[in-house]
């Protein structure tokens, strides 16, 4: 087994965990950024709502492979360690990238187009339903006594940074290149950049070291007892997964969808949204890490319960207020300040269910719970343009989606911090297949 690691290499080690988060998310949002340049290429319709549609849909449908991934990896990390598994999604998540940069169009190849590019779609989804678990498992286990909330919420800052980016790199693709390359094969560059920084990042990933705790963990639980434990805490699970739907809804709504919302529901320049997207990315940056910190002073049911509220009560009017004269300044306002909401509570969030799932199923129950979550959430731009398509052209209508999830959220708050629901022990020494 690899030595666990040493408390003078911690930056470096935060670095190599989170180096993964970076591709996944660096890919995500490029698919959000070029949707409708994706659904031109891959989903020829005549109609653009339908071809939308389509993309959007085949974004979401890796969302739906998420808990498959986290049911069949998360017991393999939780059984083998942090450092192998982690090593294992990335393989994974690298093969997804490479189909999706390099399969041609649909003029070209046809119907197996789509095809390729969902079975790409796919693999992300398996690789990711366990990687923000992992992550997220091995931050909590590394973290300095009273700083977990800090150390964790690097996990989601990490995807920030993917996401400025990306942004930067599709607002530079759009400044030197006109529209018809981009839409011809320009698209494809920035994907063509995430192929060549995979290298760089197995390189990283590879020197992890296993966390200090799970070497120390005297009985590890076969696969078993670990889905005999999942099933008992089914109620945490699920509580877990309303407590997520909050973060994943309001983060690919101010991230993924910005750039389709900006230019095709705002009619404004596709730049400009990506400018907006690249100050988001920023925001959530400084605060994720921030309010982590605060979490691990004031607890972490304060900060869930002050911001899910805030976002229940302004999602909508915010969005009224942006549609009704969408400017550039207007959505960036707008957008700062559900960055604000979101990163506030997913700063106390993320660490909040590393403590609530089971210790012998952290990883395995922190990724069913979240990826469930991410089905939910993963689908928002494809709920958001359905929205505004059912209610007549009601473009602030995605913030129903988004007070729907805010609602969520505090349900989730209240079952888990007021004990009505508890975590069930898993006895051991009653199982047929126990230590």
Partial sequence: MPPTAKPSSTAGTVLRVTSGNFLEMFDFFLFGIYASNIAKAFF???SEYAGLMLTFMTFAAGFVMRPIGALVLGPYIDKVGRRKGLLL??????????????????ATIGIAAPILALIGRLLQGFSAGVELGGVSVYLSEMATPGHKGFYVAWQSASQQVAIIVAASLGYGVGKWMAPEEISEWGWRIPFFIGCMIVPLIFALRRSLQETAEFTARKHRPDFHEMYISIMKNWPVVVA????????????????VYTPTFGKSVLK?????????????????????????????????????????????VTAYPILVWLVNEP??????????????????????????LTEVVPVSVRTAGFSLAYSLATVIGGSTPAISTWLIHATGENKAAPGFWLMFAAGCGLIATYLLYRGVVKTAPLDIKSMPHGA
């Fill in 89 to 106: 999604t990335l393989a994974l998540m690298a093969c997804g990238t490479v189909l999706i940069a390099f399969v041609p169009g649909y």
């Fill in 240 to 255: 877990g997964a309303m407590l997520v739907v909050m973060t994943t809804v309001s983060f690919y709504l101010i991230t």
């Fill in 268 to 312: 404004l320049e596709q730049s400009d949204a990506l400018l907006v997207t690249i100050c988001v990315g920023l925001s959530n940056f400084i605060w994720l890490p921030v309010m982590g910190a605060l979490s691990d002073r004031v607890g972490r049911w304060p900060l869930l319960t002050i911001f899910a509220g805030l976002t229940l």
């Fill in 44 to 46: 020829p319709h005549e």
């Fill in 327 to 352: 400017t550039f300044a207007k959505m960036l306002v707008t957008e700062l300040w559900f960055s604000f909401l979101y990163a506030s509570y997913n700063g106390a969030m993320v660490v909040a």
